[in-house]
């Protein structure tokens, strides 16, 4: 059985390397871009099962890499995590607006961030009607 494959999207190297050191501890398979066209071609490319992605990127923000995704068909079912400082209803509704399914406030845990995307994984694996009563963390 292969492992889970995780795109983790962030212009911050730190972040990329602690959250990629945990993730890949907790048995993901992952991978990294550090900008929105970046990420774009790494998800279109690859086809992670989760995208970990901060709001603000060069080149393309997130929010813009969000709905580029959901609009092409071999894309719009890859579970999305917002990865962001903000923690604004103006930016959660935007994320939501874009096609994230969930967020997580940075700083965050390494262990939040594993179980928020253990979750989204377990969405994908259950019927769309289960899904739908699924909590978010957007909500």
Same mark, same amino acid.
């Given at each position: 059985?292969?492992?889970?494959? &995780?795109? =983790?999207? !962030? *212009?911050?190297?730190? #972040?990329?390397?602690?959250?990629? +050191?945990?993730?890949? #501890?907790?048995?993901? @398979?992952?991978?990294? #871009?550090?900008?929105?066209?970046?990420?774009?071609? @790494?998800?279109?490319?690859?086809?992670?099962?989760? =995208?970990?992605? *901060?709001?603000? +990127?060069?080149?393309?923000? $997130?929010?813009?890499?969000?709905?580029? +995704?959901?609009?092409?068909?071999?894309?719009? @079912? =890859?579970?999305?995590?917002?990865?962001?400082?903000?923690?604004?209803?103006?930016?959660? !509704?935007?994320?939501?607006?874009? $096609?994230?399914?969930? &967020? =997580?406030?940075?700083?965050?845990?390494?262990? +939040?961030?594993?179980?928020? &995307?253990?979750?989204?994984?377990?969405?994908?694996?259950?019927?769309?009607?289960?899904?739908?009563?699924?909590?978010?963390?957007?909500?």
């Amino acid at each position: 059985m292969s492992l889970p494959r &995780i795109l =983790i999207v !962030d *212009d911050y190297p730190d #972040a990329l390397d602690v959250w990629g +050191l945990y993730l890949r #501890a907790a048995g993901f @398979e992952v991978f990294a #871009a550090t900008d929105g066209p970046r990420a774009f071609d @790494e998800a279109v490319r690859r086809k992670p099962d989760v =995208i970990v992605m *901060d709001l603000e +990127l060069p080149g393309k923000s $997130g929010y813009e890499v969000a709905h580029d +995704l959901r609009e092409r068909s071999d894309t719009c @079912e =890859i579970p999305l995590i917002a990865a962001t400082g903000y923690s604004h209803s103006k930016q959660l !509704d935007q994320a939501r607006a874009s $096609g994230f399914d969930s &967020i =997580i406030v940075k700083p965050c845990d390494p262990e +939040l961030l594993v179980a928020e &995307i253990r979750r989204m994984l377990r969405r994908k694996t259950i019927s769309p009607a289960r899904a739908e009563q699924q909590p978010s963390l957007l909500e």
